[in-house]
């Protein structure tokens, strides 16, 4: 009866995707013109890491930067698509980003596409999760709302003087790049054949670091925008947790954002913008014992994939331009302690994480009682997608082998409200990261394949 119930649902959400009007049109890409924009979003000293669930802000070791493009095609509204360097943004936070950066281009929030890098010495932006804690007098913290104001109207501005200084886009380029010891799967077998999932971002036991790589997503994908020979914008998406150590205080936007700066300063000009892929069940834990100088080898192998991905990237032929945005719904987490009674209760719990747990899952609940949207922007031969929270690497190499011929860009961390969002293989075995950073419900991968088949298999014509 179950399977049925969900069979009808997944028909739905393809038969509202499909009547999305301009699903299925393209646009001459001849009058595709890009603006780029950046502004640093640091935290203050004593704002929450990681949603209070780690040390607050104490230091800074570099800066944390929202990267960001304005694309507008001939007879469309412009499309937004911005990288933070924070941890998540969630529900309110979410849709505050969307509308302030929809208004300061002149589109709408549906075509703005936000995305977080998910370092964890960062904010996780939750503003109605922080409403909930003040009404309780918890004294918990997710985040600073006064800044969280202040950091995006800063974008905002970036992006409203960008819109007034487009180039016009002559070629569309994409690449595959395998990327050399970075990711492994937290899933791995010991000597013995047990499944261990304590493969984290810093791993220093050493059979847990020699043991399999696991399921990962080997390649960068990567979709760049030309004006007369000069690179202006490249949008590179890779697929793992971005820490090399976290955890102190000590802000920084860690390898990937080490690995964006070198690139950007070998292609003066160029805006290099890193897109985390779906990588909740992914991290660097195999070749990271936590040594200090872990962090600049990581960077390095990085920002080695992403020059080798801009060297040998090919123009699409015929390129298009095709918007979309795929509504589907996931439902708010039902197992033990996560009823609405039990997380009013942690928000009196006597950690304060845990009331900041209990807070974040109760907006989540609100969130999900509307449907959330998988957007993807569509050129043809290449395509980026915007999956949501920390969706497991198997969606991304799902939504990869639906367009096999094109470059598919499937990053992670859009509307994160959802925390991890993982196969039904992880819940049959008992994943134990699922313990609480998890606030949908078991049955989450048949809605999501269906929004990403739904968006992938609506190409561009030729």
Same mark, same amino acid.
């Given at each position: 009866?179950?399977?049925?119930?969900?069979?009808?649902?997944?028909?739905?959400?393809?038969?509202?995707?499909?009547?999305?009007?301009?699903?299925?049109?393209?646009?001459?890409?001849?009058?595709?013109?890009?603006?780029?924009?950046?502004?640093?979003?640091?935290?203050?000293?004593?704002?929450?890491?990681?949603?209070?669930?780690?040390?607050?802000?104490?230091?800074?070791?570099?800066?944390?930067?929202?990267?960001?493009?304005?694309?507008?095609?001939? *007879?469309?509204?412009?499309?937004?698509?911005?990288?933070?360097?924070?941890?998540?943004?969630?529900?309110?936070?979410?849709?505050?980003?969307?509308?302030?950066?929809?208004?300061?281009?002149?589109?709408?929030?549906?075509?703005?596409?936000?995305?977080?890098?998910?370092?964890?010495?960062?904010?996780?932006?939750?503003?109605?999760?922080?409403?909930?804690?003040?009404?309780?007098?918890?004294?918990?913290?997710?985040?600073?709302?006064?800044?969280?104001?202040?950091?995006?109207?800063?974008?905002?501005?970036?992006?409203?003087?960008?819109?007034?200084?487009?180039?016009?886009?002559?070629?569309?380029?994409?690449?595959?790049?395998?990327?050399?010891?970075?990711?492994?799967?937290?899933?791995?077998?010991?000597?013995?054949?047990?499944?261990?999932?304590?493969?984290?971002?810093?791993?220093?036991?050493?059979?847990?670091?020699?043991?399999?790589?696991?399921?990962?997503?080997?390649?960068?994908?990567?979709?760049?925008?030309?004006?007369?020979?000069?690179?202006?914008?490249?949008?590179?998406?890779?697929?793992?947790?971005?820490?090399?150590?976290?955890?102190?205080?000590?802000?920084?936007?860690?390898?990937?954002?080490?690995?964006?700066?070198?690139?950007?300063?070998?292609?003066? *000009?160029?805006?290099?913008?890193?897109?985390?892929?779906?990588?909740?069940?992914?991290?660097?834990?195999?070749?990271?014992?936590?040594?200090?100088?872990?962090?600049?080898?990581?960077?390095?192998?990085?920002?080695?994939?992403?020059?080798?991905?801009?060297?040998?990237?090919?123009?699409?032929?015929?390129?298009?331009?095709?918007?979309?945005?795929?509504?589907?719904?996931?439902?708010?987490?039902?197992?033990?302690?996560?009823?609405?009674?039990?997380?009013?209760?942690?928000?009196?719990?006597?950690?304060?994480?845990?009331?900041?747990?209990?807070?974040?899952?109760?907006?989540?609940?609100?969130?999900?009682?509307?449907?959330?949207?998988?957007?993807?922007?569509?050129? *043809?031969?290449?395509?980026?997608?915007?999956?949501?929270?920390?969706?497991?690497?198997?969606?991304?190499?799902?939504?990869?082998?639906?367009?096999?011929?094109?470059?598919?860009?499937?990053?992670?961390?859009?509307?994160?409200?959802?925390?991890?969002?993982?196969?039904?293989?992880?819940?049959?075995?008992?994943?134990?990261?699922?313990?609480?950073?998890?606030?949908?419900?078991?049955?989450?991968?048949?809605?999501?394949?269906?929004?990403?088949?739904?968006?992938?298999?609506?190409?561009?014509?030729?």
């Amino acid at each position: 009866m179950e399977s049925q119930s969900l069979n009808r649902r997944q028909m739905g959400y393809a038969s509202l995707a499909l009547a999305i009007p301009g699903l299925s049109g393209a646009t001459d890409p001849s009058g595709l013109r890009l603006g780029q924009f950046s502004a640093e979003i640091n935290p203050p000293v004593g704002h929450p890491c990681m949603g209070g669930g780690i040390s607050p802000v104490v230091s800074y070791l570099d800066p944390l930067f929202a990267k960001g493009i304005v694309l507008v095609a001939k *007879g469309h509204a412009p499309v937004v698509i911005v990288s933070a360097d924070w941890c998540e943004i969630r529900h309110t936070a979410h849709d505050a980003w969307r509308k302030a950066l929809a208004d300061a281009t002149g589109t709408t929030p549906e075509r703005v596409l936000v995305s977080s890098v998910h370092q964890h010495d960062a904010p996780v932006a939750d503003l109605r999760a922080e409403e909930i804690l003040k009404k309780a007098v918890s004294k918990g913290s997710v985040c600073f709302a006064d800044f969280h104001a202040v950091a995006v109207a800063r974008v905002a501005r970036a992006a409203k003087i960008a819109i007034g200084n487009l180039k016009t886009v002559d070629k569309i380029c994409a690449s595959r790049i395998p990327v050399q010891d970075v990711s492994s799967n937290r899933r791995t077998l010991d000597s013995k054949g047990r499944i261990r999932f304590d493969r984290g971002s810093t791993t220093r036991d050493a059979e847990l670091r020699q043991g399999e790589t696991g399921v990962i997503d080997p390649d960068m994908a990567m979709i760049s925008l030309e004006s007369s020979g000069q690179t202006l914008a490249a949008l590179f998406c890779y697929a793992t947790h971005p820490m090399s150590q976290y955890g102190k205080g000590a802000v920084s936007s860690d390898f990937p954002g080490l690995a964006r700066r070198m690139v950007e300063q070998a292609h003066p *000009g160029l805006q290099a913008i890193y897109l985390s892929g779906c990588s909740g069940n992914v991290t660097a834990g195999k070749y990271n014992d936590g040594a200090p100088g872990n962090r600049m080898l990581l960077a390095g192998r990085l920002a080695e994939a992403m020059t080798k991905a801009l060297a040998t990237a090919k123009p699409l032929k015929n390129p298009g331009f095709r918007f979309a945005s795929v509504p589907y719904s996931l439902t708010f987490r039902n197992t033990l302690g996560f009823d609405t009674a039990s997380l009013e209760a942690k928000l009196h719990a006597p950690r304060s994480f845990d009331q900041c747990l209990a807070a974040m899952g109760l907006s989540c609940q609100e969130r999900l009682q509307r449907p959330l949207d998988l957007p993807i922007l569509d050129f *043809g031969g290449a395509a980026l997608l915007l999956a949501p929270g920390e969706s497991y690497v198997e969606y991304q190499l799902y939504a990869k082998s639906l367009r096999p011929e094109a470059v598919v860009l499937c990053a992670g961390y859009g509307e994160s409200v959802t925390g991890y969002v993982p196969t039904e293989k992880a819940w049959a075995e008992k994943d134990p990261n699922l313990g609480d950073w998890c606030w949908v419900a078991p049955g989450s991968e048949d809605p999501l394949k269906v929004a990403l088949k739904t968006a992938l298999l609506n190409p561009v014509p030729k």
